[in-house]
């Protein structure tokens, strides 16, 4: 299986699709998040859905700030909803992730599941 990233666009939605899988790295998490903002099809008007249910990592603290920096440093690339599916395995440092980015004003949500995701990203 290829591990990675997968970035799409649904004009439908009209929202960015990131979706992971197998073995990441920091670096390709944070180069993930570079592609989505440097993608022609992007306006930071747009919501992101990301899916890391099918991905195996489970960053330490210094890369989970290291994460934060990065989407800090993209903000104004940031500006909709970031929607975040994960496995429950991962909703203590999803939870974690929320704290730390929350007094930034960046409007991102964790979910373990796809249907709440959805249902958050269009209201």
């Not at 992007?42 to 989407?71: A, G, M, R, W």
């Amino acid at each position: 299986m290829m591990s990675g990233f997968k970035i799409s666009f649904s004009i439908e939605k009209d929202r960015c699709i990131a979706v992971g899988k197998g073995k990441v790295t920091l670096n390709q998490c944070l180069h993930a998040m570079n592609d989505i903002v440097n993608n022609e099809l992007y306006s930071p008007k747009k919501k992101v859905f990301v899916d890391l249910t099918q991905i195996n990592y489970h960053p330490s603290y210094d890369e989970l700030n290291s994460i934060k920096d990065h989407i800090l440093f993209l903000k104004k690339s940031f500006k909709n909803k970031i929607g975040i599916t994960i496995t429950p395995k991962l909703l203590p440092i999803a939870l974690l992730f929320e704290t730390l980015v929350r007094p930034q004003k960046i409007n991102i949500k964790f979910f373990t599941s796809l249907e709440k995701a959805e249902k958050w990203l269009e209201e």
